[in-house]
């Protein structure tokens, strides 16, 4: 006589971001009748009316930390979960949003806002593991529906999700794909970038862009002077770095070329 | 290795002449075998490998450039298809897939099972065109994979019709490496290209005399196209101007520890292109997946690169956590303790970690300098 084991309950989490990466669960059309029978999925707003106060087994968290409110609940996340997952580059690295890192939030606030005084915002914006103890963090803007079921299937099984920590150039290589920025001078940040993506842009004849921001041990120094020679001038090798994973080292630390403040940038 | 290098004997007195509509039933001959011919191709302006169904797919007309971090193929009015430096890619995935499953298990009444990764019956291949550092590179493979059985499967099944080098780009150095511009031991066929794109083949082994008779082509090669043959590939290795720094790696092997890693190192990525894209690397990783869909487990085998940091990852941490570490780990590899492994050495000269580095580093002079 066997007894129906208790599904592991599992709550999708919400901060600053853009709902991309959850929207990625439901993409998972194929395997999410599976997911949904191994696991109970306890708190889901973008996906399920369902609301459970917890505790949880598996929290997965999207989005970065931009308010004091957002600071209480991520701490009532973590008091509430067994284990925490973060999920793009909101969570992991701060985001887009982290940008506003860069210059200053009262100044921002008044270029964009007809009335800022109706904002309540940090000075800066963080990613998750600023906060709390993170399990595990999955990178990418958005992240791959493949990592994200390899996360979750890890986690419902008990071990170490396998998921590859350096190059893009590896998943490239491992495609097949002939080198754009070698064969074709096109500027790449595939040797910089954390894999992930299966080298989608390469693949499609284009550059890398950093979505998944660095791997593990990144050298945006060593090839910022290519891209030089690529002729890419350097106001733009400072863009690329700093998109979606602006906040996180070393792209954060890519050296600015002329200091131009917005007020300066929105007058010309 | 041993008939290779810039000074070999002409084509064998049995060697036939092929026009270039006759590579057409060569392939066909191999495909009617019931053979995967796997050939060199031209892919977005680059040559890299794949299936090719007949000779029109070879990269007949393309020219390619190949230096430091930089690759360049052109069309033009040439007449020749193999006159050209090594493809993007290395042969080595096409024995020693990227990914391989190993094993899975699956749950049979309560009890785990282990299920042996099914050998799907496969087709065997045959290498097309494959030149000589790329050949030696094979039986670089066949030393570190020996107990490799889905390489060793696909290896045993596989028919080589091989191509002399008619030309060398500023990335070769076969000669240094001692493993072309000719063929050597491991061909079943070898062609030889002459500039108007006619060839020359020789067969090496029963089988490929075999083969040559199969598709009709028992036409004598005539002594002068054989001279001809036979001076397009001495130029080909006179014009190499690249060599293996033999003191330099003596010295390297003699003193780690006093060589000026750090020089090197700087300029690099830690990408891990060159491992990737090396006939000889063949280094993998295990990796345990389970699947959602019926809670079995699956054990791959993953190509992995010394220049990634989880490579060296032991209880704790990573034991190789800078660049300087991972370029040092590669270099004496290759160049130095394969011998003490597997009794050759790791490069066969092929220069694809040259042309393929991002930033340029070159093997043969990253601690010369
Ligand atoms: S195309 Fe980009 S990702 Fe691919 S190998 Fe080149 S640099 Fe790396
Ligand atoms: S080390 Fe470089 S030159 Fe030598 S075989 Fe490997 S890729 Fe070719
Ligand atoms: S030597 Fe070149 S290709 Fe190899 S890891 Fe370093 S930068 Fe990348």
Redesign the pocket.
Request: proline residues 9%.
């Given at each position: 006589m066997s007894r129906e084991p208790r599904r592991p309950s599992v709550a999708i989490w919400k901060f600053a971001s853009c709902d991309g990466c959850q929207l990625t669960l439901l993409d998972c059309e194929d395997e999410l009748l599976r997911v949904a029978e191994l696991i109970d999925i306890a708190y889901f707003l973008e996906g399920s009316s369902a609301t459970s106060d917890g505790p949880f087994d598996l929290s997965i968290v999207e989005g970065s930390i931009s308010t004091a409110e957002d600071i209480e609940r991520i701490q009532t996340v973590r008091e509430k979960s067994a284990a925490v997952v973060t999920i793009g580059a909101c969570a992991t690295a701060g985001g887009i949003q982290a940008l506003r890192n860069f210059g200053d939030v009262e100044e921002l606030m008044r270029i964009v806002y007809a009335t800022p005084d109706f904002l309540s915002v940090l000075d800066t914006v963080t990613p998750i593991t600023d906060h709390i103890d993170v399990d595990f963090e999955l990178r990418g803007c958005p992240i791959d529906k493949r990592q994200l079921l390899e996360v979750i299937g890890s986690y419902l099984a008990g071990r170490r999700p396998q998921i590859a920590t350096d190059?893009v150039?590896i998943e490239c290589k491992m495609a097949g794909q002939p080198c754009v920025l070698v064969a074709e001078g096109t500027p790449c940040l595939g040797?910089v970038t954390h894999g992930g993506c299966g080298a989608l842009c390469p693949r499609f004849g284009r550059g890398c862009y950093g979505c998944f921001g660095p791997m593990d041990s990144a050298r945006p120094e060593?090839l910022a002077p290519l891209l030089t020679t690529m002729g890419m001038p350097e106001d733009e090798q400072y863009r690329v770095f700093h998109t979606f994973n602006a906040w996180s080292e070393p792209f954060r630390d890519q050296p600015r070329p002329v200091p131009v403040t917005l007020s300066e940038r929105s007058t010309s | 290795m041993s008939d290779s290098g810039a000074t070999a004997a002409l084509p064998d007195p049995a060697a036939v002449s092929l026009a270039i509509a006759d590579l057409d039933r060569l392939i066909s001959t191999l495909r009617d075998d019931g053979r995967v011919v796997i050939g060199p191709t031209t892919r977005d302006s680059v040559m890299t490998l794949d299936e090719i169904a007949g000779a029109g797919q070879l990269p007949r007309g393309w020219l390619d450039e190949q230096s430091p971090?930089k690759y360049r193929a052109t069309p033009s009015e040439t007449a020749t298809a193999f006159a050209h430096g090594p493809p993007s890619m290395s042969w080595k995935r096409f024995l020693h897939e990227e990914r391989t499953l190993v094993i899975s298990t699956s749950r049979t009444n309560g009890a785990m099972v282990i299920d042996p990764a099914p050998a799907a019956p496969e087709k065997p291949l045959a290498f097309f065109g494959i030149q000589a550092c790329d050949l030696a590179a094979i039986g670089v493979l066949d030393v570190a994979l020996a107990d490799d059985a889905a390489y060793r499967r696909r290896r045993d099944d596989l028919l080589v019709v091989a191509a002399s080098c008619t030309d060398s780009v500023a990335t070769c150095f076969c000669v240094s490496a001692g493993t072309g511009p000719r063929p050597g031991p491991l061909a079943d066929i070898v062609l030889t290209e002459l500039a108007d794109g006619s060839l020359i083949a020789d067969a090496r082994t029963e089988r490929g005399a075999a083969v040559l008779t199969r598709a009709g082509l028992d036409t004598a090669a005539t002594e002068a196209d054989c001279r001809s043959a036979a001076a397009l590939v001495d130029a080909a290795a006179a014009r190499q101007t690249r060599h293996l720094d033999t003191e330099a790696i003596a010295r390297a092997a003699a003193a780690p520890d006093d060589v000026g890693w750090d020089a090197?190192?700087e300029?690099?990525?830690?990408?891990?292109?060159?491992?990737?894209?090396c006939p000889t690397c063949f280094c993998t990783s295990i990796s345990d997946q389970t699947r959602l869909d019926d809670g079995c487990a699956e054990r791959w085998q993953i190509w992995a690169?010394c220049?990634s940091l989880d490579f060296a990852y032991v209880h704790g941490g990573s034991v190789r956590t800078s660049?300087t570490s991972?370029?040092r780990q590669?270099y004496l590899h290759k160049l130095v303790t394969w011998h003490d492994q597997f009794d050759s050495s790791g490069c066969v000269g092929c220069g694809r970690?040259i042309t393929?580095?991002?930033?340029?580093?070159d093997?043969t002079e990253?601690i010369t300098s």
């Open positions: 190059s150039c040797p060593v | 971090g090197v190192a300029r690099c990525l830690t990408c891990g292109n060159c491992t990737m894209v690169s220049f660049p991972r370029y590669w970690c393929w580095c991002p930033t340029g580093i093997i990253a």
